[in-house]
């Protein structure tokens, strides 16, 4: 296992810091390890905003489902899918107005992911943790005005940074499924249900009562939640404000 290989197993998500600041040439090195990433035409549909004011930070932690930690983070980054600048230019140049629309927004949306993706290898290489916020898509409105967002920049993905504590660098990284259960050869092998209960059995280390009560304690908080009720009427309104 070489190195590369060996910081993908190792890495898991770290949402407890110690004091210590993140340099910044760490920070360059971050953030331009994002901009090596493979991008649709080499068009780089993203913007990255880096976060440094702390009242920016308290604000977004807490319109991410009120989660501390983020404040504490030294480095927040929030990774926007940005159509925004070519939009610009081929309003200028272009033979005609240009319309974006959704497959732009999916394609903005990969550029994105992949660039963010690799910030958070980057950062693992040098022993700094970090941690994908999915709520960053809560809150649209009030995200788009504080971080002053053109209409065709939206945020995609938010990843904080710090350097772990003990506690996270002992905590065990939570088990993966295997590759049996999330590869199809070919095609698509649509499972029955008790070949998916079976994998996340193995996946969760849950059998019986137990299984049951952990699935639907999972189901409670993940699915048939007021984040997710949140989530997506902030993604719908996303979506409007994009193709309108």
Request: aromatic share 10%; with cysteine.
């Amino acid at each position: 296992m070489n190195q590369t290989i060996k910081e993908l197993f190792d890495r898991k998500s770290v949402r407890v810091y110690t004091g210590d600041p993140i340099t910044q040439e760490e920070r360059r090195l971050i953030l331009e390890s994002a901009l090596q990433a493979p991008t649709a035409g080499n068009m780089t549909l993203y913007s990255i905003i880096d976060v440094q004011e702390q009242a920016l930070k308290e604000e977004l932690s807490v319109l991410c489902d009120n989660q501390p930690f983020i404040a504490k983070a030294p480095l927040v980054l929030v990774f926007l899918a940005d159509y925004q600048k070519w939009y610009d230019i081929f309003r200028a140049y272009g033979k005609e107005e240009p319309h974006i629309e959704e497959s732009d927004l999916f394609l903005a949306s990969q550029d994105c992911l992949i660039a963010a993706q690799n910030a958070v290898v980057a950062a693992q290489s040098m022993g700094i943790g970090s941690c994908y916020i999915g709520d960053i898509l809560e809150n649209f409105e009030r995200t788009r005005e504080l971080l002053h967002l053109p209409k065709y920049a939206l945020p995609c993905a938010m990843v904080v940074f710090g350097r772990p504590v003990r506690q996270q660098l002992e905590r065990p990284k939570p088990k993966r499924f295997e590759i049996d259960d999330i590869v199809h050869v070919n095609r698509y092998h649509i499972r029955s249900l008790e070949e998916t209960e079976k994998i996340i059995q193995n996946q969760s280390e849950k059998t019986g009562e137990d299984f049951k009560n952990f699935i639907t304690a999972f189901a409670d908080r993940k699915f048939y939640s007021d984040f997710r009720e949140e989530m997506n009427r902030s993604v719908r309104a996303m979506l409007k404000n994009w193709i309108s």
